[in-house]
C-alpha cells in the first residue's frame, strides 16, 4: 500500500509499538499487517470427504476441500457454510472446530471445521472451482507436492495433506 486509504496522502514509514509501519502523515492512519482467517469445511456425506478442483492461487490445480476468506458480516462458521454453497452447491451444518493452522509470513490462518452435508445439489458454482466430488478414504487423491511454487502453496499443501491424513483416521467424521 502506497498511499493512504483514508485520505489519500503517500504514507511513509515509522516506528509505532517497536515495529516499523506504514503511517500516514496527513491523517495519522498506521498500516497493520495481520494474519487474515480463512474457513475451511472438511464436508462429509456417509463417510465421503467433499473436495473442490482448484482453478486458483494456492494450491492450483489440486484437489482441496472448500475454503474461503470469512467476510465482514459472518462468523467463521458461517463463512465455511458460505464456501461449500458457493462452490458446490451442497448444504452443510458445521459441527466443530476441528483444527487452527497459523504459520509465520503466510498472511492467512486456517481454520478448518468439520461439517456435514445435509442437503443441496452437487454442482461446481464458483469461478474458482474446476470439478466437485465426493471421495471415500480410499480414493482420496495422492497429489505431488507443488513445484516452484509460493510459500503459501507449500504451507496450504501441507494443510490439505494433513486434513486428508486425518479424515483417514476418522477425525473430522
Ligand atoms: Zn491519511
Known sequence: MK???QCGVELILG?????ERPMCPGCGFIVYR?????ALA???REDKLLLVHRLNPPLADYWAPC??????DESL?????????????????????LNVYSRAHMGVMLVTFAARVVGGNLVPQAQEVVATRFFARHEL???PPPVEGKPLDYWFYEAVKEIFEDFKRGIGR
Open 15 to 19: 516506528i509505532e509499538s517497536g515495529r
Open 77 to 97: 462458521e458461517e463463512g465455511a457454510r458460505r464456501e461449500v454453497k458457493e462452490e458446490t452447491g451442497c448444504d452443510v451444518v458445521i459441527d466443530k472446530l
Open 67 to 72: 475454503a474461503g476468506y470469512v467476510e465482514i
Open 3 to 5: 498511499y493512504c486509504a
Open 141 to 143: 487423491p495422492d497429489q
Open 42 to 44: 472438511v464436508a462429509t
Open 34 to 38: 495481520n494474519p487474515v482467517p480463512v
